[in-house]
């Protein structure tokens, strides 16, 4: 008996001495051990606090900035300045990221961060990212598993995530859904929702109203055309899948996350959970649209995102290349956050740059009278706008 628990004794410790050493190993070795072999080979940078990285900096950084950023709201400026200032400025870069800021005037324009115990490398030199990609197709650079484990319940498998083979069969099932005759027939679905928010623009003014949420505005509108396109003009559960995703958006991206350091899941369960409570709902309101949709007998012919989706993986199907249902939902969900989020932040600055800038407004109003006369615009005429384009 006595020899037993000796040996139970012996091997809850060793246990325990192997975990410690793993959380040693993973949290403090292995870190610093690339920290110093990265700077040794000439990448310098902030110097990471294992195993937070440089989380604690990024935040004191972003909430001085935003103090500053206060203040200068105190005197009822209204449009996008830099921190500490009034006056209106093109410097996003100081403003949005204000630790970037700071670290490349510090450290130059290469250099390395860290979040957790996950080193990463900031570029803002064309030349040196010119250089590191010249090679880049003999070489399998790859996703940071960080950020693929992390981003998982908004991407899942999708054309984001999935990397080489898979990536290249993704990419084949989905590329002629975007084809610009597929596009054009989905232009006047995009030109009556616009339409619409602009009729509610010319309302609110007419009314007296002083202020309207231009950000916010263009975010419901690119949401809704996305909807639209993606899955027709009668499913409901588009706009239920928007509103989803972009409160799974904001958890995913929340400043206060400990992105890369080691078990900070456990320590802090709370928004990922929510995350993954979403993630769960999404996928079952996307799964119920796919699989109704691909047992419907005009679920392919429709010419909406979805359906030519469906279309081109029953011919790859047939070549060996089919999704799965589960992919499927994925790249759906990919469709809904590319879709409105780059469109929405594009056209938000852009109208932000024409606000500085009358005398724009006035160039991009006259090549349109003499593009489209005084008829609506159509796609066919989206060609003739050269300065739009720009």
């Known amino acids: 008996m006595g020899v037993l628990f000796q040996v139970l004794v012996v091997s809850i410790l060793t246990a325990s001495l192997y975990m410690i050493w793993r959380i040693l190993f993973s949290c403090w ?12 080979n000439g990448f310098g940078g902030p110097t990471p606090n294992f195993p937070l990285g440089n989380h604690k900096e990024i935040k004191n950084i972003s909430r001085k900035a935003a103090a500053a950023a206060a203040a200068a709201s105190s005197t009822n400026i209204t449009t996008f300045s830099s921190p500490g200032t009034s006056e209106i400025s093109n410097d996003i870069h100081s403003s949005v990221f204000p ?10 324009k290469v250099f390395i961060y860290w979040l957790g115990t996950e080193p990463f490398l900031y570029i803002a030199d064309p030349e040196f990212l010119k250089q590191m990609s010249s090679g880049v197709m003999g070489k399998s650079w790859g996703k940071p598993e960080v950020f693929k484990h992390d981003r998982e319940p908004m991407f899942g498998n999708g054309l984001v995530m999935v990397e080489g083979d898979e990536w290249v069969r993704h990419r084949h099932v989905i590329t002629p859904a975007f ?17 619409k928010m602009l009729d509610k623009w010319a309302a609110l003014i007419n009314s007296g109203s002083q202020e309207i949420d231009v950000e916010r505005e263009i975010t419901a509108t690119a949401g809704e055309i996305i909807a639209k396109t993606s899955f027709g003009i009668s499913c409901e559960n588009g706009s239920k899948v928007f ?5 799974m958006q904001i958890t995913l991206f929340k400043s206060n996350r400990y992105v890369g350091v080691p078990f900070s899941k456990l320590v802090f369960p709370g928004k990922t959970m929510e995350a993954k409570k979403l993630g769960k709902e999404i996928d079952a309101l996307l799964l119920t649209i796919v699989t109704a949709r691909k047992n419907s007998n005009e679920g392919c012919g429709q010419k909406d995102l979805l359906g030519l989706l469906l279309q ?5 199907g047939r070549l060996g290349k089919k999704l799965t249902t589960r992919e499927l939902v994925d790249e759906c969900k990919t469709f809904f956050f590319g879709g409105h989020e780059t469109t929405a932040l594009a056209l938000s600055w852009t109208l932000l ?10 160039q991009l109003r006259e090549e349109i009278r003499e593009v489209t006369g005084d008829k609506e615009i159509d796609f066919t005429k989206l060609a003739g706008l050269k300065k739009v384009r720009c």
């Open 29 to 40: 070795i292995s870190p610093a051990g690339a920290y110093l072999k990265l700077k040794k």
């Open 243 to 247: 509103e989803k995703l972009r409160a």
């Open 179 to 195: 084809s610009p005759a597929n596009l054009k027939a989905m232009s006047s679905l995009m030109v009556e929702s616009t339409t």
């Open 99 to 108: 630790y970037f800021s700071q670290w490349q005037k510090s450290h130059g």
């Open 312 to 316: 081109e993986n029953g011919v790859d």
């Open 353 to 362: 740059l024409l606000a500085m800038h009358p005398e724009w407004q006035n």
